[in-house]
T-cell receptor, first 111, second 115 residues
Framework: GQSLEQPSEVTAVEGAIVQINCTYQ??????LSWYQQHDGGAPTFLSY????GLEETGRFSSFLSRSDSYGYLLLQELQMKDSASYFC????????????FGDGTTLTVKP | GAVVSQHPSRVICKSGTSVKIECRSL??????MFWYRQFPKQSLMLMAT?????????EQGVEKDKFLINHASLTLSTLTVTSAHPEDSSFYIC???????????FGPGTRLTVT
């Protein structure tokens, strides 16, 4: 099976940089995804890493180290609207490629 | 980007009744759809994986006779909560994935309240 660990809460100020870590244990790794979810809304896709290294998409970047079973989401130039929950998710290489989600990190951005 | 719709967005039903939730991929064909359940401030718990034209694969602990899933076409999957009880009250979210893709496109979710 899969299990993921990420911090439950992170607080930062506008304009700052925040890194949300995710460590995972999996029986068959295919890729690591990150999703953002605002209160009451649906998760939206942010990024996906299948290979080691950094993927950059605007203010958000995601990193993966397969050998360390570790990844992180980096949010730069934080804005108030970035306050949300962020989930890492591991995609299984077997079993229809389903994804297991972490418990989520609640990011609060303060002025 | 791909759009997934869910209907209804909110439903209140009485204990013992059944509720059907529809999940549609509006502009793409989804060979695989997923159904999740989410409690407040908690993670998304995968309930089942739905593949078009075949039986759904349920996660351990999810009663397949209580949560009926039908994936009749490449754009529609339905989840029916049968004989609902107050403990079934939750936020149910579906997602769809393109064949060969890695990104999941989530529907807006359905808030079910069983009284």
């Amino acid at each position: 099976g899969q299990s993921l660990e990420q911090p439950s809460e992170v607080t930062a100020v506008e304009g700052a940089i925040v890194q949300i870590n995710c460590t995972y244990q999996t029986s068959g790794f295919y890729g690591l995804s990150w999703y953002q979810q605002h209160d009451g809304g649906a998760p939206t896709f942010l990024s996906y890493n299948a290979l080691d290294g950094l993927e950059e998409t605007g203010r958000f970047s995601s990193f993966l180290s397969r050998s360390d079973s570790y990844g992180y989401l980096l949010l730069q130039e934080l804005q108030m609207k970035d306050s949300a929950s962020y989930f890492c998710a591991v995609r299984d290489a077997t079993n229809a490629g389903k994804s297991t989600f972490g418990d989520g990190t609640t990011l609060t951005v303060k002025p | 980007g791909a759009v997934v719709s869910q209907h209804p967005s909110r439903v209140i039903c009485k204990s013992g009744t059944s509720v059907k939730i529809e999940c549609r991929s509006l502009d793409f064909q989804a060979t695989t759809m997923f159904w999740y359940r989410q409690f407040p401030k908690q993670s998304l718990m995968l309930m089942a994986t739905s593949n078009e034209g075949s039986k759904a694969t349920y996660e351990q602990g999810v009663e397949k006779d209580k949560f009926l899933i039908n994936h009749a076409s490449l754009t529609l999957s339905t989840l029916t909560v049968t004989s609902a009880h107050p403990e079934d009250s939750s936020f149910y979210i579906c997602s769809a994935r393109l064949a060969g893709g890695y990104e999941q496109y989530f529907g807006p979710g359905t808030r079910l309240t069983v009284t």
